[in-house]
């Protein structure tokens, strides 16, 4: 993922927001501070024949603590036409596969209960429940509840 998919990926995350099950956020960011926030090497896009994007995944450091050296958590979304064709299975494969090239022990992302399809894509990829995080944030002044969702690196002892 580079600034040349700035545009699209924005717009991207904009539909996902905007459905109102995919994120606490209520409008995505410019590209200065989504990139900013975001590790270089584990941020991938998904392109169709022509360059257009159908979809990304990125992560983010848990903490700055060392011992949490190991543990990233990421977001992954697809446009909505791009849904059901594999896109999200293809991105968290190219994730894992970065993470664990990278000694990264554990990728975590909380999704809303609501969103079966991003739940069962990433019990599939690997991922498992956590538990629940009972009414963590208000989001359009509702409480709502996140599912946390871990994957751990089969290549740490």
Same mark, same amino acid.
């Given at each position: 993922?580079?600034?040349?998919?700035?545009e699209q990926v924005l717009a991207i995350y904009q539909a996902g927001i905007d459905e109102g099950?995919?994120?606490?956020?209520?409008?995505? $960011? !410019?590209?200065?501070?989504?990139?900013? =926030?975001?590790?270089?090497?584990?941020?991938? +896009?998904?392109?169709? /024949? %022509?360059?257009k994007v159908l979809g990304w995944v990125a992560a983010t450091r848990v903490s700055d603590r060392?011992?949490?050296?190991?543990?990233?958590?990421?977001?992954?979304?697809?446009? $909505? !036409?791009?849904?059901?064709?594999?896109? =999200?299975?293809?991105?968290?494969?190219?994730? +894992?596969?970065?993470? /664990? %090239?990278?000694?990264?022990?554990?990728?975590?992302?909380?999704?809303?209960?609501?969103?079966?399809?991003?739940?069962?894509?990433?019990?599939?990829?690997?991922?498992?429940?956590?538990?629940?995080?009972?009414?963590?944030?208000?989001?359009?002044?509702?409480?709502?509840?996140? +599912?946390?969702?871990?994957?751990?690196?089969?290549?740490?002892?």
């Open positions: 993922m580079t600034e040349l998919h700035a099950n995919a994120t606490f956020e209520t409008t995505a $960011p !410019g590209w200065v501070d989504f990139n900013a =926030a975001r590790l270089g090497e584990h941020r991938f +896009v998904a392109l169709d /024949d %022509s360059g060392c011992a949490y050296a190991g543990v990233i958590e990421h977001s992954v979304y697809v446009h $909505p !036409g791009a849904r059901g064709q594999g896109v =999200a299975k293809q991105l968290l494969a190219a994730l +894992v596969d970065s993470a /664990d %090239s990278a000694g990264i022990w554990t990728i975590q992302s909380g999704i809303f209960p609501e969103n079966t399809a991003s739940l069962a894509v990433h019990q599939r990829a690997g991922f498992r429940v956590i538990g629940t995080r009972e009414r963590i944030g208000r989001h359009h002044d509702v409480w709502r509840d996140v +599912v946390l969702l871990e994957r751990r690196s089969s290549q740490i002892s």
